[in-house]
């Protein structure tokens, strides 16, 4: 998992290394500065999307589609997210590159490479109110929502990540049942969930360049809806939702012969989520595979990216262990 982590990071430190101008304004009067700070710019925002969703995944709790059923009931999931993403691969860039001869200001095309993206996060759903009987079924219970996002510290190959406010971060949401899963009734529910990484600081060396991400923070929010039913050994849950994401992060560089340069980008992206979540009961566990994507929103860059655009369609899926009582 830490390996996918810094693959995610590292893309990041990518975009850093190439602002070598006034990154937090792109009019630089040097063609190459004003290249280089656009690709930097375009980096940050084709890798956030992929970032957020990996983080989003897709339901609220694994398996799970509507209320636990008041207290003392409660269910703990580990859950691994992985999306499909994809890298651009800069070892071919250059900011002095121009198809006309008569200006080095110009738009690349850069080439991209499929990657699968990964994440842990541990969830928990508890019980808070039952709801109201209604006939064979309750209407009305309510669960609190807990989640936990986890990006280890790391420091090899000429970069260095680190968690200054620690490597884990707690996120909360809500869950009311429209309906409570029985012998007869699925379970039907409505939630709303906040996930964030915690905060990241990279610095990077690459010969004589020297690349700092400070800041780096995603969050996301996402409402979702959800019906699940359990038939013996195994169950189903489909859902849908919405998630925003929002991602920011202070870059500062030096690339000799230039003096240093800051930047500070920011992405805000509303996107669609649909998931389906199939399980297996074992006891008081299930095992669950979700499948999943995620669609929606515009990013608009300078460059091109080949294969897949910045505001692409993900597909991704998650595998998980569920205990509950």
């Known amino acids: 998992m830490k390996c996918n982590l810094v693959v995610v990071m590292g893309a990041l430190v990518a975009s850093a290394v190439t602002v070598e101008g006034q990154a937090s304004q792109c009019n630089s009067s040097v063609a190459p500065q004003q290249n280089a700070c656009n690709m930097g710019v375009d980096l940050f925002n084709y890798m956030a999307p992929q970032l957020g ?17 008041g207290f003392p009931r409660f269910a703990i999931s580990l859950r691994a997210n992985a999306l499909a993403g994809s890298l651009p691969q800069l070892r071919s860039y250059t900011p002095f590159y121009s198809p006309n001869p008569l200006s080095n200001t110009s738009a690349q095309t850069v080439p991209t490479k499929n990657q699968v993206l990964a994440m842990p996060v541990v969830d928990a759903s508890i019980g808070v109110f039952p709801g109201l009987s209604l006939g064979v079924t309750r209407v009305g219970g309510i669960d609190a929502l807990v989640n936990v996002s986890y990006i280890p510290e790391y420091n090899g190959g000429g970069v260095t990540v680190k968690t200054p406010n620690g490597s884990t971060k707690f996120g909360y949401g809500v869950r009311v049942g429209v309906l409570q899963e029985g ?12 996930r964030d990484l915690p905060t990241v600081d990279i610095h990077a060396t690459a010969g004589q360049n020297s690349i700092d991400v400070n800041a780096l923070d995603a969050k996301t929010t996402s409402w979702r809806v959800t019906a699940s039913k359990s038939f013996l050994l195994y169950g189903l849950a489909l859902g849908g939702g919405q998630d925003k994401y929002e991602s920011s992060a202070s870059i500062s560089g030096v690339a000799p012969p230039y003096v240093p340069a800051t930047a500070n980008v920011s992405q ?29 929103g515009k990013v608009a860059t300078y460059n091109t990216f080949s294969g897949k655009p910045a505001d692409a369609s993900r597909l991704y899926g998650s595998l998980g262990l569920r205990i509950g009582f």
Request: no cysteine; net charge positive.
């Open 53 to 69: 969703a990996v983080i989003a995944g897709g339901n609220t709790t694994l398996g799970q589609g509507g209320t636990m059923g």
């Open 183 to 194: 012998l007869l009734t699925p379970g039907i529910g409505v939630s709303y969930v906040k």
């Open 268 to 296: 805000s992206l509303t996107r669609t989520n649909y998931f389906a979540d199939v399980y297996m009961n074992m006891m008081l566990a299930k095992l669950v595979a979700e499948i999943g994507t995620t669609s929606g």
